[in-house]
């Protein structure tokens, strides 16, 4: 019989940065750490070479494997609290900042570059967030440390190296089918139930479980909570698209912001909308999920940069009674799209949106910004995206030209789909614990978390509380 101390389940920020606290406090605990996808070194995308998606299987080397998906795509690191989702509002905005400040230091000592994006103070700075009252948006101010996608990868190697080094066993390729419960009403966590390959599940135990399977593990885990009764409340499920235009539009905010946070509450509904990844020079990419989904990204490197900057325009949707499948409700508006490409993402002009027709190839080889997503297929994003949020990108576009002249231009590119599966939100208290006595929910699949350094973050803070336990 296979048995641990803890379990963690997805080897994203959130389950690494759990392992790495409890290692720098002494843990003696013995830690398993699990992964569907492949360790660092052997995260490689084919499209690389191939120039196009070739839809791997089992998994996408960009969504899975050792440090998750928001690592390997564009690695930022976001250093504040007003950044990155609702853990402040569960343990404090001060106590947030201080373990932001704590987490980054731990990527300084593991390689990242101490270079910070977005500290400029300037005139500049003034006149943009001017512009953005008068737009009615708000900026909100965010240092980024800036990883890039090839400099996180040796980054997390050398985390990887670490974890390994002291004594973490870590198992790739390795699938999570389901929790194992025990006690009265069940009640208590006992282990995992794991799979690798086509092998028999089997059943291995541990007193702790930790999961942080990201939001390519969200749908995974609401599933899970309905299942067990874990305590759970419907989450957000952020819609948009990736917007791509040329550098010299967003010179003055690439120079002074690097990565600028707008938000906004467009009329007539006035839902919440924002920009989000932000990449200068950066490249869109397109991610692969389990369930044959392609969704829309972005990527930025360090070294090799192209003519246009890409961000996210994503709306935010609520859902209320009776309804209670946000992440499914997603997932067909993406699946709508997909259809509509044949499986690959849709581009259109901005322009072509507003004149009410489709974007055609001809037209997008004689436009100024050419689609760093070569294989891309020019066509009508409104034809699959709900009314409502498209009204609210449109109108957000219109705002956010305001700050930025020339960014709602006619040849402006828009692709579809961009979205962001936050689980239903798990009910934990402030020792991060859940209503089932040995289970923790972190990072991005919790739903209180969004992006890389608010899950590692989230992931420090796990580590703390458990050796806090061990230790006394």
Known sequence: MERYDLIIVGAGPAGIFTAVELLRHGSKKKILLVDKGKPVEKRHCPKAELGYCVNCRPTCAITTGFSGAGAFSDGKLSLSYEVGGDLPSLIGEEFAQQLIDYTDKIYLEFGADPHVEGIYTGEDIKEIRKNAIHAGLKLVDCPIRHLGTEKAQQLYLAIQNYLAAHGVEMRFSTECENILLEGEDSQRVKGVLLRQGSADPVEVYADEVVIGTGRRGADWLEKLCAEHHIAHKPGTVDIGVRVECRNEVMEKVNKVLYEYKLIGYPKPWKNKVRTFCQNPGGFVAQENYDNDLAVVNGHSFKEKKSQNTNLAILVSHNFTEPFNQPIAYAQKVGELTNMLGAGHILVQRYGDILDGKRTWPAELARSNVQPTLKDAVAGDITAAMPYRAMTNIIEFIRM??????????????????????????????????????????????????????????????MGRKLAQRELG
């Open 400 to 461: 956010l030209d305001q700050v930025v002249p020339g960014f709602a231009a006619y040849e402006t590119l828009l692709y579809s789909p961009e979205l962001k599966f936050y689980s239903n939100k798990v009910k934990m208290d402030e020792n991060l614990d859940t209503n089932i006595q040995g289970l923790h929910c972190l990072g991005d699949s919790s739903g209180w978390t969004r992006g890389l350094m608010m899950a590692s973050v989230m992931g420090v803070l």
